[in-house]
């Protein structure tokens, strides 16, 4: 019957390790950033307005062709009393029509409006490239978000397992030296302090599950996935990744990021509406034709009434009251003119701060790297003196502090490294295109 028991305990053990398994899901960096581009509100706000730019443009580009109008009437109409005024008195009364039908076609077809109409084209399909060149720095930007949010995941999971490492060590040594203490080996003050660097492991990993939740809840909440699901970061992410070909200048910057070029063609858009505005200054030239048909009911039939010309329109006052139009027009395109400065001035400067900022990660991990060595030989050393009698317990606490941090700052530095490359591929204007050419 025990046995029965416990292999029921046995199954039910195993059944509920099985579903806290299953509740970790392995993601990578890359399918990550791409989930993201698939799901996230921001890309899909971005994509609705280049759509709408896109039909913008389509409608603009149809004031080039002719416009067809076709009207008609019907009416009913009632006895009515006709007296055609000549000379010679009629003999037979005038007919009396009870309904009367009209139709018409018109046909505009604009031949010159002072350059409006293309100037307009291409003010409009500058925009709508602008707007693409703004969705695609979405992109990057949500890309972004992902990598911060999945290192700073890393971190917190890497923090964790040393955490946990690290505090199998110090309740073991709680239980060593609690039989010392029985013993009389040692004081009851080095129990105490064995024990109380347990606590404080205790609350740092506390702290560390803390940020792990957050952090999972926050990527995906971003990725749209169940909040309830653990991701689990892959390591490799972190070490499989080839740096070597990162920026070095902001010449690949001032060529790639999208939101300088959005600025460019905003630049050429306004361009484009200067001479919409002083389209003004000219009259207006259109090529007209229309047909006309009336039947007014035993009276009067028209058909193939056709006619074709030429429409000229031009607005005298126009030329005096334009003039504010095309000043106003010449202020914004220098407003984006200088707005382009100020970001040209701004890349750069984030440029040069990224690469310092990933000059600096790679070196700090160079000095962690060897700081670990440092410290791992010198809880070696102290533990060794430790167990001889000639080190104390505060000495042998501080060492394995000081091992336990150098470990925590040796990972993180790791994930540090990618996090700024991808900062400064950012910066560059090429972290889009390190994920597109990327595979999963």
């Known amino acids: 019957m025990k046995i029965s028991q416990l292999m029921l305990f046995g199954i039910f053990f195993i059944g509920i390790s099985s579903i806290e398994a299953q509740e970790k899901t392995s993601l990578t960096l890359d399918e990550a950033v791409k989930l993201a581009w698939e799901k996230s509100n921001e890309v899909t706000l971005a994509n609705t307005k280049v759509n709408s730019k896109k039909y913008e443009l389509q409608t603009v580009k149809n004031n080039q062709y002719p416009d067809l109008k076709i009207s008609g009437q019907y009416q009913r109409l009632t006895k009515a009393s006709i007296d055609m005024h000549n000379d010679e008195a009629s003999a037979e009364p005038m007919a009396s029509p009870d309904r009367a039908m009209f139709g018409m076609a018109n046909l505009s077809l604009p031949i010159f409006s002072g350059f409006k109409i293309q100037s307009s084209i291409e003010a409009y399909d500058n925009l709508y490239e602008a707007e693409s060149a703004n969705?695609?720095?979405?992109?990057?930007?949500?890309?972004?978000?992902?990598?911060?949010?999945?290192?700073?995941?890393?971190?917190?999971?890497?923090?964790?397992?040393?955490?946990?490492?690290?505090?199998?060590?110090?309740q073991q040594r709680v239980t060593d030296f609690t039989e010392l203490e029985k013993n009389g080996i040692i004081p009851r003050n080095d129990l105490l302090k064995a024990q109380l660097l347990v606590s404080k492991t205790k609350l740092s990993i506390d702290e560390a599950n803390n940020n792990i939740n957050n952090i999972n809840f926050y990527l995906t909440t971003l990725l749209k996935l169940d909040p309830t699901v653990k991701l689990q970061v892959n390591e490799a992410d972190f070490f499989n990744l080839k740096t070597n070909?990162?920026?070095?200048?902001?010449?690949?910057a001032l060529e790639s990021r999208k939101d300088l070029e959005a600025i460019r063609f905003q630049q050429k858009a306004s361009e484009a509406n200067i001479r919409i505005a002083k389209?003004?200054?000219?009259?207006?030239?259109?090529?007209?034709?229309g047909y006309t048909a009336l039947d007014l009911k035993d009276f009067i039939t028209v058909k193939y009434a056709m006619n074709f010309g030429l429409g000229l329109t031009y607005d005298l006052s126009g030329i005096l009251k334009n003039s504010a139009h095309v000043r106003e027009a010449e202020s914004k395109a220098l407003e984006v003119k200088n707005t382009e400065a100020v970001m040209t001035d701004r890349i750069k400067v984030e440029v040069q701060k990224s690469i310092?900022?990933?000059?600096?990660?790679?070196?700090?991990?160079?000095?962690?790297?060897?700081?670990?060595?440092?410290?791992e030989e010198n809880y070696r050393l102290v533990k060794d003196k430790f167990d001889n009698g000639l080190s104390d317990t505060n000495d042998l606490v501080e060492a394995d502090v000081e091992q336990l941090n150098a470990?925590?700052?040796?990972?993180?530095?790791?994930?540090?490294?990618?996090?700024k490359y991808y900062e400064?591929?950012?910066?560059?204007?090429?972290?889009?295109?390190s994920f597109n050419l990327s595979k999963i």
């Open 356 to 375: 310092e900022d990933y000059s600096l990660a790679i070196n700090q991990s160079v000095v962690y790297d060897e700081a670990l060595k440092q410290a």
């Open 424 to 433: 400064l591929l950012s910066v560059s204007g090429q972290l889009s295109q």
């Open 135 to 170: 969705a695609a720095k979405t992109k990057e930007d949500v890309a972004l978000r992902v990598i911060t949010y999945y290192t700073a995941l890393y971190k917190a999971q890497k923090t964790l397992d040393l955490l946990n490492e690290n505090q199998k060590q110090a």
């Open 245 to 252: 070909n990162a920026p070095t200048s902001d010449a690949l």
């Open 407 to 419: 470990k925590i700052n040796t990972a993180l530095s790791k994930a540090a490294i990618i996090q």
């Open 279 to 289: 389209s003004g200054y000219y009259p207006s030239l259109a090529l007209l034709g």
